[in-house]
């Protein structure tokens, strides 16, 4: 009887966001989109390394929140065993990957929160989708996108949560997706 948190990563233009609104649907359940777009649009697109620090408490306050939402509005669901997947868009990972690739550095309060925060399952958006231009997007290069790829799996491979691989088309990624929710959802685990 728990909500399990699904965090989407992945490089820019990867379908981060279409497939958690895609998967909340499937699933009747909620997603968390990224808060750095909030700050971007609301802030404008130059940002510093302190900003990065404040789009991540932003990122965790919004995680958090729609958590509490799910958790109060599944709650009939959840006292009789069942299982609620939260779909995140980005967390501190993604953050820190942003911090040491734009700045060279990642304040502590980040790393400290990717040790802290526990999750369920991470799907990872690799870069074969066609680059779609977006005003808060900076790396329309396939070769950066794929340089972050590399980093955000190697990530993958060296921590504890199970993760599965995103690739293919819309259809191929959807598929690959409820096949790891429901199976983390079945049997509590993804592998």
Known sequence: M?????VVIGPESTG???????L?????????????????LNNGTSYEYDDLLTIARGQLALE?????????????LLESGGHI????????YVAKVWS??????????????????KYDCYLLCNTDLPWVKDVLREHPDLET????????????VNQPVPW??????????????VSAVDKLIREGQVR
């Open 85 to 92: 997947p939260l779909f995140i868009d980005t967390d501190m």
């Open 64 to 76: 958090d929140e729609y958590f509490d939402k799910l958790e109060t509005n599944s709650l009939p």
């Open 145 to 156: 996108r794929k340089k972050l790829y590399r980093i955000y799996k190697d990530i993958m």
């Open 16 to 22: 981060k966001s279409t497939l958690c609104e895609q």
């Open 100 to 117: 040491e690739f734009v700045f060279g550095n990642c304040h502590r309060f980040i790393l400290d929160e990717i040790v802290r925060r």
């Open 24 to 40: 909340a649907r499937h699933y009747e359940s909620s997603w968390c989109p990224e808060y750095a777009r909030e700050f971007l």
């Open 2 to 6: 728990s909500i399990r948190k699904i």
């Open 164 to 177: 599965v691989e995103i690739r293919g088309d819309a259809e191929q990624r959807f598929s690959t997706a």
